[in-house]
Each structure stands twice: as structure tokens, then as C-alpha cells.
């Protein structure tokens, strides 16, 4: 049995062919490539507007710079997530506010955001990053009433979940990323995604003024619009610098991967989705705890992550197995940095008990039944000693 990862691309010669042919023609970057992935893109997302970037990071990045985040102002956050939901919001000077987390769904617990919020002024907190991870929807319409209410914005951080849904109050499936509820959404397409380019990332909107400042801070700052420049038009050469902004471009053979990419993607959802119903029904009555799922959720299945309790065993006798599952995520308030700025381990203790016994295992559509079986079975072989 070869090496069997958490997570891995899946490259076809369509996707190969389709790399090759940018490569060979007139753009390798700011070509027709982008502006194709980006339309495509919001055809699957149900969105007005997309804004491809370098990588999720920097598509975090400029969604805080243009949402407004200011040294000072404070942003809440998940503690569960990658480092840079929250590090987006010290890049731009702000202050992170991490809530604990649903012992359920493991998403940011928005009861508990409604009693952050109503203890302070009215004002002391300017926005809100909810993270759908591994691919649970954040139930967003409910996070619309608490920012409506209390003047935040949101900016979801979709990574996991292109491709997610879930139900709102009027039995609608509201998209992940669609921005129906959010002020904009980010996503990603790091080779292990469900979309990859290489690495990418992709911020959506459906505010017209907010879509064109990305676009100018997406490229140094710069405008070719003449309709907005500040001085006379010198020239057909001529540009203008308005704002500080930064090289943030995905290229046209990035984007062409991820064009063609984008064509499996629902094929890609339908097998996670099988793959994590084998995974159910190896795992029911045993001592593995499987993923909870609401009724009316569409899980994107980016991860699959069970909780058992000796984590640390599990992982070391599946490694010794060359299968290698991975944690996600070391919660962000017990790193250094974070503690240099006052959090420390003990500050949320349902995020930091999931962390003590989650593990995901190997979830993405090229994972054969074969190698599948083998991880159930090293699973059970080692929860059921």
C-alpha cells in the first residue's frame, strides 16, 4: 500500500492540457485566463463578483483592508482555524477577539458572540470572520441578525466549503460564499482544496464599490480606469497609483488549472460525500466520534474529522501505517504569538478539548475503497485493542 495523505490534488491531462496551452499563448499573468476563472467561478458560487489573488491568505488580507480594518479596531474570530483567519486582521493593525466554539459543529458559537457583543458598547467591535470548517457551513443568516444588530461586518472564510450549503429561514440553500448573508467571502485553492491551482485564492462579493477596490488594491494600488483618475490623462501609457496596495495576482496558468479544475467540481463533491458515508457507517457504534451534521446542512467534506480518545496513539499508529492524518487545528490563541498578546490555554476550553481529540483522516476524491478500507480497518485496529 503507497503512502496515503490526509489530503492530495488530483491532476488530469485535461488539466495538464489546459496549463500547457496558456503557457504557449500570449499571457502568463493579468491575460483573459483570469477574468474566465474568475466569471466561472461566480457562475458555480452564485455571486456577483470575484477577485482572483495569489492565495487565501492574501484574499483574507485584502477582504480586511477593504472591509476597513484599521489599527485598533477589533475583529472576532473562530480559535479553531487556520492561523490566518485571524493573522489577516493583525496585518491591517487590528485586534483579534477569538469566541469559543460549538462543541457540535466545532464552528464559532454565535450564542456566544451575542454575549460578547451585548457586554461591551455598541461599537467596540467593527466585523466578524466565521470559518465553515472542514466544509460545515456557518449558518449565516443568524450571523446577519447579531451584525445587522450590533454594526459588524462579515467576511466568511469559505476555504473549506466551496460548494457547501445550508438552509435558511425560509428553506432556501444559501451558498457558501454567495454572500447572500456576508459582506464577502474568501476561498482557496492550495493543492489540497477541492479546487487547485497550484496554490490561489479567491475573494466574492456582491458589492459592486467593494469588488473595484480589490481590484485596484489586487495590483500595487493601480488603476488603468480612466473614469476614476485623480489627474489629467497623460497618454496611452498613462496609470495611476491611488492607494498603497501589493502584487497579489494569480497568474493565467494558475487560473487555467483551476478553470478546468472547476469543471469536476461537483463531480468531486459526490465523491467526498461517499467517502464520508463509508466512513459513517464503518465508525457507528464504535468508540470513534463521527462528524455531527444538522439536518438541511450540505457538508463540503473538505475534512473529515472523527475525535477519539487517546488522539496521539491514533495518529503515531497510523503514521507507522503510512497513513498520515493530520490535526486540524492547533487552536490559534495557545501560539506564541497569540500569548504574547494575552491569550493563553485555558481561555477556551471546548476549542482546546476538540483540539486534545480530533484527527482527520484521508478525504479527497482520488482516495480509492481500497486504501479506504485499509484506514478504517487501522482506525478500529487500534480504538477497539
Given amino acids: 500500500m503507497n503512502p496515503i495523505p490526509y489530503g ?43 477577485v482572483a489573488l495569489a492565495n487565501g491568505t492574501a484574499a483574507l488580507h485584502l477582504a480586511a483592508l477593504a472591509l476597513g480594518v484599521k489599527p485598533g479596531q477589533k475583529v472576532i474570530t473562530t480559535p479553531i482555524t487556520f492561523a490566518a483567519s485571524a493573522n489577516c486582521v493583525r496585518y491591517c493593525g487590528g485586534e483579534v477577539e477569538f469566541v469559543d466554539i460549538d462543541p457540535d459543529t466545532f464552528l464559532i458559537d454565535l450564542k456566544k458572540v451575542r454575549k460578547l457583543l451585548e457586554s461591551h458598547p455598541k461599537g467596540t467591535y467593527s466585523g466578524l470572520i466565521p470559518v465553515d470548517l472542514a466544509g460545515y457551513p456557518v449558518n449565516l443568516e443568524e450571523a446577519r441578525e447579531l451584525a445587522d444588530e450590533f454594526g459588524l461586518w462579515i ?13 435558511d429561514s425560509k428553506g432556501v440553500e444559501a451558498r457558501c460564499g454567495d454572500s447572500r448573508y456576508a459582506d464577502a467571502a474568501i476561498f482557496s485553492f492550495h493543492p489540497v482544496k477541492h479546487i487547485a491551482s497550484g496554490e490561489g485564492g479567491m475573494i466574492t462579493t456582491n458589492n459592486e464599490a467593494l469588488y473595484k477596490e480589490l481590484l485596484v ?25 491611488q492607494i498603497l496596495g501589493y502584487n497579489y495576482r494569480l497568474t493565467d496558468f494558475q487560473c487555467a488549472l483551476g478553470l478546468s479544475q472547476l469543471k469536476r467540481a461537483d463531480e468531486g463533491m459526490i465523491r467526498r460525500h461517499e467517502i464520508a458515508r463509508t466512513y459513517d457507517q464503518a465508525f457507528a457504534n464504535t468508540l470513534v466520534t463521527r462528524p455531527f451534521v444538522e439536518e438541511g446542512i450540505g457538508h463540503a467534506y473538505h475534512l473529515y474529522v472523527i475525535q477519539v480518545e487517546d488522539r496521539k496513539g491514533l495518529y503515531d499508529h497510523l503514521r507507522a501505517n503510512q497513513i498520515y492524518a493530520q490535526v486540524h487545528y492547533i487552536p490559534c490563541h495557545t501560539h506564541p504569538y497569540y500569548q504574547s498578546l494575552g491569550w493563553k490555554w485555558g481561555d477556551f476550553p471546548l476549542a482546546e478539548n476538540y483540539y486534545h481529540h480530533c484527527l482527520s483522516l484521508p478525504m479527497y476524491p ?17 480504538t477497539e485493542k
Avoid at 496549463?19 to 477574468?35: H, M, N
Avoid at 467576511?155 to 438552509?167: N, Q, T, V, W
Avoid at 476614476?228 to 496611452?236: D, K, M, S, T, V
Wanted: with cysteine.
Fill in 8 to 50: 492530495r490534488q488530483h491532476i488530469t491531462p485535461e488539466d495538464i492540457q489546459a496549463v500547457t496551452e496558456t503557457l504557449l499563448s500570449d499571457y502568463l499573468t493579468t491575460g483573459p485566463k483570469v477574468a474566465e476563472f474568475e466569471e466561472a467561478f461566480c457562475q458555480y458560487i452564485g455571486c456577483k463578483y470575484a
Fill in 155 to 167: 467576511l466568511e472564510d469559505a476555504c473549506h466549503a466551496p460548494g457547501g450549503f445550508f438552509k
Fill in 217 to 241: 488594491l489586487r495590483t500595487h494600488g493601480i488603476t488603468r480606469d480612466e473614469s476614476i483618475y485623480h489627474q489629467e490623462n497623460h497618454g496611452g501609457w498613462y496609470h495611476e497609483m
Fill in 366 to 382: 482520488s482516495l480509492t475503497a481500497e486504501e479506504q478500507a485499509f484506514v478504517i480497518e487501522k482506525v478500529l485496529e487500534f
